[in-house]
């Protein structure tokens, strides 16, 4: 199961790097990590049981400085 998943989670954020380019894709290099990883493993896949519409990382609008990531 654990290879599994991680063969999916692979797949997944490989498919979302490819996408990005510059900044966006070096931040998401840079700063996908472990907690990120536990986060899709134990909260998300559980929940909706597939990873379509999870997006590692979403940029959100903000009063002080327009952009935090989340």
Avoid: C, I, S
């Avoid at 797949?11 to 510059?22: E, F, M, N, P, S």
């Amino acid at each position: 199961m654990v290879a599994e998943f991680q063969f999916l989670y692979e797949q997944w954020l490989d498919g979302h790097t490819r996408k990005r380019r510059g900044e966006r894709k070096r931040r998401l290099a840079e700063g996908h990590g472990h907690a990120e990883n536990v986060f899709v493993e134990k909260v998300w896949l559980p929940a909706f049981r597939e990873l379509e519409h999870l997006h590692p990382e979403y940029e959100a609008a903000d009063f002080r400085n327009g952009g935090p990531r989340l």
